[in-house]
């Protein structure tokens, strides 16, 4: 019996995960926040292991796998700053216009121009990587204290700085990507 699904299980479960991540945000519970978050970073090193070391990856996957990231992350952000403003309003602007953009584009190239085929770049994994370490270095201080605040800060501006540098290297790429599809479809 293949377990080809269970990446793409795991990946949906993460997803679940944000209503109560949220839940636990609102009401200031940022202990089991940590715990939840934690286990969701699991979750998601746990189905790409097993999409990649079995040949278990799907488009599906491909496609689920970012979303469901970004929506943690999102939630995470949003909630951070709105209850609580433990993350200044333009990062967390910052951070969903770069994803806000980034959705709009896959949908335009999903639509007009062929099948989506997700491609994270080295510098977007980055990206998403300093923005969970953010998320939990801050969950980390309320729960329990004791990170710096000159830390903290140095997070903030390496997650801004990935952030629009993440976003521009999109937009070009993926600009590019349409010119040469356009160009392909002319001759």
Request: net charge positive; proline share 4%.
């Amino acid at each position: 019996m293949s377990l080809a699904w269970l990446p793409n299980a795991i990946t949906l479960s993460r997803m679940v995960m944000v209503l109560p991540l949220w839940w636990l945000l609102a009401r200031g519970e940022y202990g089991w926040a940590l715990a939840l978050a934690a286990l969701a970073g699991f979750s998601d090193a746990l189905d790409g292991v097993l999409a990649k070391r079995f040949g278990w990856q799907s488009r599906l996957g491909g496609l689920l796998d970012p979303i469901a990231d970004k929506l943690l992350l999102a939630v995470a952000f949003l909630s951070l700053w709105w209850y609580g403003g433990h993350f200044p309003t333009w990062l967390v602007l910052l951070v969903l216009c770069r994803d806000l953009v980034i959705l709009g584009g896959a949908a335009v190239w999903q639509l007009r121009i062929a099948p989506l085929e997700a491609a994270p770049t080295r510098l977007s994994k980055a990206n998403t990587f300093f923005q969970i370490v953010l998320v939990l270095t801050v969950l980390v201080q309320l729960a329990f204290g004791g990170v710096p605040g000159a830390a903290r800060d140095a997070l903030v501006y390496a997650v801004a700085t990935l952030t629009v540098a993440s976003g521009v290297d999109y937009v070009v790429r993926w600009s590019r990507k349409a010119r040469q599809h356009a160009g392909g479809e002319r001759r």
